[in-house]
């Protein structure tokens, strides 16, 4: 089974082209053990990159632990540079089926290869029953989530995908791995939630540290830097157009006027693999 490595700002999945191999059998199992960094090629997750009937192509994503996702900005970012720089696609305007939902991709492509993606997220979601929370509001901004007889202030956002944003005085001494496993499993979020520990620079700019619902901590999130963006200008904290910085680089995101959501960053490719199947785990030619 052939597969790529890709990323974007660091958030690592392993990609496999399903328009000309078959579908594995078992894509969460085959996620948990590919994504092993010790035992497998390593990385954030399994991405098939699918023909699909909506759009031009279809994505679907499934985290280390083997759980299905809607979405991952970056990773679109890297589906969309595969297809483009692999002949799949000629033109710098993509639809791309995912599970959040078609999303519209303007690719940047220098001496025919794509640099930089901007990827249209879509409008934000804030009703506490569709991100889903369980927690009482017309939108949960700012709010005082009791943990542990304390209370931690977040704001949550869907893009997608759930998200609650926590906003720290320094996310360098901030305790990323204790804290983000609780929120995710909080009882106020009945499918879990990804949770960002940012830090306000100034008005235009931000730093983040992400744990991933089923993946940890990683190096990125662009959806959670897209619910980051949202979170800093609705609680006030920024403007509406920033950068993100995230332990894997930078990504540019801007919430416009018409409640629509873009988010521009690099996708890159790391290497390409042959993954042995292994016995019970033969692929399917089955529509997934």
């Known amino acids: 089974m052939r597969f790529i490595k890709m990323h974007g700002i660091g958030n690592d999945y392993i990609y496999l082209d399903c328009l000309t191999q078959p579908i594995p059998k078992d894509p969460p199992g085959l996620a948990r053990r590919i994504s092993d960094r010790h035992f497998g090629v390593g990385g954030d997750g399994l991405i098939l990159i699918l023909p699909s009937s909506q759009a031009d192509f279809r994505m679907r994503m499934f985290n280390a632990d083997g759980s299905e996702a809607q979405l991952c900005g970056n990773g679109v970012r890297c589906v969309a540079k595969y297809l483009h720089d692999e002949g799949y696609h000629a033109g710098e305007r993509l639809r791309l089926e995912t599970g959040a939902g078609i999303k519209e991709l303007r690719l940047e492509v220098s001496a025919g290869l794509t640099r930089a993606v901007s990827v249209g997220m879509g409008r934000p979601i804030l009703e506490p029953?569709?991100?889903?929370?369980?927690?009482?509001?017309?939108?949960?901004?700012?709010?005082?989530?009791?943990?542990?007889?304390?209370?931690?202030?977040?704001?949550?956002?869907?893009?997608?995908?759930?998200?609650?944003?926590?906003?720290?005085?320094?996310?360098?001494?901030?305790?990323?791995?204790?804290?983000?496993?609780?929120?995710?499993?909080?009882?106020?979020?009945?499918?879990?939630?990804?949770?960002?520990?940012?830090?306000?620079?100034?008005?235009?700019?931000?730093?983040?540290?992400?744990?991933?619902?089923?993946?940890?901590?990683?190096?990125?999130c662009g959806t959670g830097a897209t619910a980051v963006c949202v979170a800093s200008a609705l609680t006030g904290r920024t403007e509406r157009r920033i950068t993100v910085k995230l332990l894997g680089g930078d990504l540019r995101l801007a919430w416009d006027e018409d409640d629509t959501l873009t988010m521009t960053g690099p996708a890159v490719e790391v290497f390409r693999g042959d993954w042995p199947e292994e016995p019970g785990e033969k692929a399917s030619g089955a529509a997934a």
């Open 129 to 220: 029953a569709r991100i889903p929370v369980r927690l009482s509001g017309e939108r949960i901004v700012d709010y005082p989530l009791p943990m542990n007889g304390q209370e931690m202030h977040v704001t949550c956002v869907s893009v997608g995908n759930p998200h609650c944003v926590v906003f720290v005085d320094d996310t360098a001494t901030f305790p990323v791995a204790q804290v983000g496993p609780r929120i995710e499993h909080h009882p106020a979020f009945p499918e879990r939630i990804n949770v960002e520990f940012v830090q306000v620079l100034d008005r235009r700019t931000v730093r983040q540290r992400t744990w991933e619902r089923g993946s940890g901590e990683t190096l990125a």
